[in-house]
């Protein structure tokens, strides 16, 4: 999946959940500025970054990196 696709897919689930970046950020442990940067996709995360970001926005791991190739 595209760094693009994925950070959209963050946001979404984030602004889903009623959460700022900065409150994200927070219960993550991370910088505003990591969250901002997965978002716009100039950072690619791990896949532990990744699991902690479906942990924290409780949605599943498979859900947050599902691709529609439709």
């Known amino acids: ?12 689930f984030r602004k889903l ?4 970046q900065q409150s994200l950020a927070e219960k993550m442990g ?4 990591f969250v ?5 996709g100039t950072r690619m995360p ?3 970054v ?4 479906a942990s924290t926005l409780q949605v599943d791991y498979e859900e ?3 691709i529609n190739n439709k």
Not at 1 to 11: A, P, T
């Open 1 to 12: 999946m595209g760094n693009n696709r994925l950070g959209n897919r963050i946001r979404s």
């Open 17 to 20: 959940k009623g959460l700022t």
């Open 30 to 33: 991370v910088s505003l500025s």
């Open 36 to 40: 901002g940067s997965l978002e716009r």
């Open 46 to 48: 791990t896949e532990p």
């Open 50 to 53: 990744l699991r902690k970001i």
């Open 64 to 66: 947050l990196c599902a």
